[in-house]
């Protein structure tokens, strides 16, 4: 199985994420609280809020907080109002660039994301400008280490339903139909596999690589303004960034 790697991507999110812990707790609040509203407190029934809070557990996000994110999303502790909204638009060089978000203040988080792609010398475009340029899958990753075996972890993702397998220095990555998704995910689980990434994500079906040092120092800047707004849940985009020691 083929594919191209994520992983620097996801690399620099996390570095990124564990540098801003307070902004990442709001962020997986708010995530939490939509799911519940829409599917109801209960996890176990509630597939999108399993989700929501496995990924809140990974970031260490304390369990008081997850609990009363719940109740909020349910109605015991007042009525969530945040609805999902998606801008899109290019970057620098020409990348396509998407944020999700999920706000309370439509016009406050417009603002925001405008403003962002205007200080990088981007332009924010029309709904599905960029967005048909990336498929909707599950992404698994798991870190290179000893105990892993290659061969047996892809036979049993190939097994588990995964539709796409990739490898590289650093580890590799299980992708997934997002209706696969959470089978894939407990099967490897209950193979006791750790993933360093496990949610549903946007992946770009081709990447650009950008060689000025002016587009690449505005393009890190819009996605840590983009990043840096409480509203923005997710900042998706298709360049292919080079990789960090």
């Not at 939490?32 to 260490?60: C, R, W």
């Not at 996000?61 to 899109?88: C, H, Q, T, W």
């Amino acid at each position: 199985m083929s594919g191209h790697s994520k992983w620097n991507n996801i690399k620099n999110k996390k570095g990124k994420e564990d540098a801003k812990r307070a902004k990442v707790f709001t962020k997986l609040g708010r995530y939490i609280m939509v799911a519940a509203k829409e599917g109801g407190g209960d996890p176990d029934y509630n597939p999108s809020l399993k989700a929501a809070i496995d990924k809140a557990k990974a970031e260490n996000m304390p369990n008081e907080n997850i609990d009363r994110a719940v109740k909020k999303g349910s109605g015991e502790l007042g009525l969530a109002n945040f609805e999902e909204i998606m801008y899109e638009g290019y970057g620098p060089g020409g990348i396509a660039v998407f944020a999700t978000c999920l706000t309370d203040n439509r016009n406050r988080t417009a603002s925001d994301v405008r403003h962002a792609f205007d200080k990088a010398g981007g332009n924010l475009g029309q709904s599905g400008c960029v967005s048909f340029m990336f498929d909707r899958k599950g992404v698994l990753a798991i870190e290179r280490e000893d105990i892993v075996d290659e061969d047996e972890l892809t036979m049993l993702a190939i097994d588990l339903g995964a539709e796409d397998f990739i490898s590289d220095n650093d580890g590799f990555e299980i992708i997934t139909d997002p209706d696969d998704f959470n089978n894939v995910k407990e099967g490897l689980k209950e193979a006791n596999y750790k993933f360093a990434m496990a949610e549903i994500s946007y992946i770009p079906q081709n990447t650009i690589k950008l060689t000025n040092p002016e587009d690449i120092k505005n393009m890190e800047k819009l996605i840590d303004m983009l990043e840096d707004s409480d509203d923005v849940q997710d900042v998706y985009h298709n360049w292919e960034m080079d990789e960090i020691e």
